[in-house]
């Protein structure tokens, strides 16, 4: 019987690496190829127009294909090229790809919870292959940060069609980027498709505070030169996530009471819990 709204039954956690053969065949990666579909319009929208706008800015199309099969970050790609078309130094252009993909340095340290027990080979696939749209359906999925047999599945699955939605269409624009007239607007699509997968993205309070911070930096910094107002924005975004959760945390933190003997020194455990606010010793009385 299916649980979690129609997936198949969970299993143990792993016992082995799975080869590729078992990995297609189970039905965990046909449940994260579905779970993709629904944004694999907005991501293959947002390769084309990315495909479009490297040979825009002056790549030549062997150089935009290489760039978009060994870069694989869209984010990073489109934040460098106004820069490369603005003739910014290597270390503004460096700088800006840096600061966009902070957010995975956070997704890597989450994955390992799951992905720890991989070999290296296979835990550097899973790097180039993540993305924030496969990391949001992966958490949801599997919100509990612990190794289940069927995660590996799920990931290639939704991995390989989110990386089919993005190379396909990417060199697509690349390959007819002259026959593409500015005047489709594409810009415009692409934006409407970050739109989308940014709303996905958006799931509690701190996520929409960062967001409002980051657009109200970017307008404030519109002036300066060489898109820095992205780097503002970025900067900004990030301090006011990490202000919020951490001020949310300390709010709802609540310290448990725990019953102590009469006499004799607390143990361990829990002089260091009560040392970090977790605890609060309360005594046993005696009576004569």
Partial sequence: MSVDGGSPPASAPPQAVPSAGEIVRHPYFRLGMTDMIGTSVGIGAWGLVTGVAMVKSGLSAPMAIFMSLTVYAGSAQLSVLPLLSAGAPL???????SCVNLRFVIFSSMWRSYFAWLPRRQRLAVGYFSGDVIFVAFMKRFPKPEPQAEQVPYFWGAAVLNWCSWQIPSIAGILFANAVPLSWGLGFAGVLALL???????????TWLATGVAMTAAIAAFSLPLKL????????????GLIIETVDRHLRRRPEVRLVPAHGALRPQEKKDVEDGDVVPLREEEHP
């Fill in 196 to 206: 989308g997968v940014l709303l996905s993205m958006l799931f509690d309070r701190a």
């Fill in 91 to 97: 270390w503004v252009m460096w700088l800006a790809a």
């Fill in 229 to 240: 107002n992205i780097l503002v924005a970025i900067a900004a975004a990030v301090a006011a």
